[in-house]
């Protein structure tokens, strides 16, 4: 049990559809993330909520919009997706986020949500 | 050229022998993490460390901050090791949120 939960874990949607990722963490955190994993890439930060607000968007395009409405809710709404957002979509959570001067502290992850595009 | 490279990207072992798993950085940093990845997604954050070494069981952590350089060893492996392991770093001259990712390291322990 991580304490980060995703629903759904899989989801197959066309490029027309819209649908929405969610994440819960019940830790107690004021830090959430979004990650998107493609196959044979590295990871990629999507954005970063600091405390409901958002602190970073990772030049990421319009068809993924997050929404953090608590500490501990985040969700990612898609729509007008290509095949190429196909990819596993990683919610994570941290305490307080990143502190002035760069320190960053641990965070947790949730197992993901696959996502295909057709 | 990535700003983090690991090495190997597979790795085959046989279950007790001792493993190393490298990452190498081209930026400045002020944290850096080695997380593991199993089957099905799910991600496990293992270390963050800024300097020397960290231990936890049978896994051991190192960083050379002059060499930007670290490693992650797993001694008296077990196919229950077997995983994905990512080396990311963060902070430092990269700003407070950057965070970049090695490609990953994909161990497999045979029994």
């Known amino acids: 049990e991580t304490g980060v939960t995703q629903t759904p874990r899989h989801l197959v949607m066309g490029m027309t559809n819209k649908k929405s990722l969610k994440c819960e963490q019940h830790l107690g955190h004021n830090a959430m993330y979004w990650y998107k994993q493609s196959a044979k890439k590295p990871l990629e930060l999507m954005f970063v909520y600091n405390f409901k607000e958002q602190t970073e968007n990772n030049s990421v395009p319009s068809r993924f919009s997050p929404e953090c409405p608590n500490s501990s809710h985040l969700f990612l709404h898609l729509h007008t997706l290509q095949p190429e957002d196909s990819a596993l979509y990683l919610c994570?959570?941290?305490?307080?986020?990143?502190?002035?001067?760069?320190?960053?502290?641990?965070?947790?992850f949730g197992p993901g949500t696959r996502l295909l595009v057709l | 050229k990535n700003e983090v490279e690991q090495s190997p990207q597979n790795l085959t072992a046989q279950e007790g022998e001792f493993i190393t798993i490298n990452c190498s950085y081209s930026?400045?940093?002020?944290?850096l993490h080695w997380l593991q990845q199993h089957p099905g997604g799910g991600i496990v954050s293992l270390f963050m460390l800024s300097s020397g070494k960290k231990k936890h069981g049978r896994l051991i952590a190192t960083i050379n901050i002059q060499e930007k350089h670290s490693s992650l060893h797993i001694t008296a492996s077990h196919p229950r090791d077997s995983a994905v392991y990512i080396c990311?770093?963060?902070?430092?001259?990269?700003?407070?949120?950057?965070?970049?990712f090695g490609q990953g390291t994909r161990l497999t322990i045979n029994p």
């Open positions: 990311a770093v963060g902070g430092g001259n990269q700003g407070a949120q950057k965070l970049v």
């Open positions: 994570a959570s941290s305490q307080d986020g990143f502190l002035a001067g760069g320190f960053w502290e641990t965070q947790y």
């Open positions: 930026v400045g940093i002020s944290a």
